[in-house]
């Protein structure tokens, strides 16, 4: 007896899981997927599962078919990423898409009554909705392991040379990578950098560091994005800017990443070793 597919859960999963796969692939790259380009992706995703209906023969138009939805979801949910940090996430995309399908393919071995069908790289799940989402929390789980696992291949050195530019001005800036450092500007997504107003004072405007003395989140200034920094026992808003360029010193060579850097009026360190820090993230991912 044939399986009958239904368009409207073939959709609704194919929603789901590339929601899932975009919002994992934003863990391990360290960049956020844009909170409404998020979801146009996941519905181009869900629309782009009706190829399952077309009669494709050959094997490799199929994996062409693939190849070029994965950049183009990637591209829509990541718009920041451009050129090589653009494929290094459709990489991080597959891989932890592999992993989904693989304890989603565990789970139903585990269940040889649910069934499923295939075609055109698009599977169809026919099991009970209980089981779908067991499949889905499992996976999800597996990959926050993997994430775990993941981080612990940060470099060993914990300060790094940040280069910033802005404004026809260059500054080099000590930097602690510090895992604790979550912060994402919530538009773009982007990982924003933590730095002191001592330096990174020649790269700001005399009304923005204004702004910075007197944080005023209602002033409507232009270019600046206002981020939540929380520390133990403590609550602040910090208004964040996008340089010109931004770049790692690792190994000897500068690797360019883009990314916000939020100011703060304080110091970060009473000894003075670091003015800035930063997802280690933004190394682990980008430098390797």
């Known amino acids: 007896m044939g399986i009958k ?33 998020r979801y146009v992706s996941s519905l181009l995703g869900a629309a782009a599962a009706f190829i399952l209906f077309v009669p494709i023969r050959s094997v490799w138009l199929q994996l062409l078919y693939r190849l070029l939805i994965s950049i183009f979801l990637v591209g829509v949910g990541f718009p920041q ?40 790289g698009v599977v169809y799940f026919n099991i009970h909705p209980l089981l779908l989402i067991g499949c889905v929390a499992a996976a999800y789980l597996v990959t ?15 300060l790094f040379a940040i280069t910033l530019r802005r404004l026809g001005r260059t500054e080099s800036i000590e930097a602690l990578a510090d895992s604790g450092n979550r912060l994402t500007e919530p538009f773009s997504g982007l990982p924003v950098v933590v730095v002191t107003l001592r330096a990174v004072w020649r790269l700001l405007k005399p009304e923005e560091r204004e702004l910075i003395l007197e944080p005023d ?72």
């Open 5 to 37: 597919i239904y368009g409207d859960v073939l959709a609704a999963v194919n929603f789901t899981v590339t929601l899932l796969i975009l919002r994992l692939t934003g863990r391990l790259l360290g960049v956020v997927p844009g909170k409404v380009a």
């Open 81 to 120: 990423l451009k050129g090589r940090l653009l494929l290094r996430a459709v990489g991080l995309f597959y891989l932890v898409s592999f992993l989904t399908a693989g304890v989603v393919a565990g789970l139903l071995w585990l269940f040889p009554s649910a069934g499923f069908y295939t075609m055109n």
């Open 144 to 158: 926050e392991l993997f994430d775990r696992f993941n981080a612990r291949r940060t470099p060993p050195t914990e």
């Open 217 to 288: 989140p209602a002033s409507g200034l232009a270019g600046v994005r206002w981020v939540m920094l929380r520390t133990v026992g403590e609550e602040c808003l910090l208004p964040a800017f996008k340089p010109d360029a931004l770049s790692v010193l690792w190994e000897g060579r500068e690797t360019p990443t883009e990314a916000y850097f939020a100011v703060t009026p304080r110091e970060l360190e009473e000894e003075g070793r670091f003015s800035a820090v930063f997802n280690p993230k933004m190394i682990q991912v980008l430098l390797r």
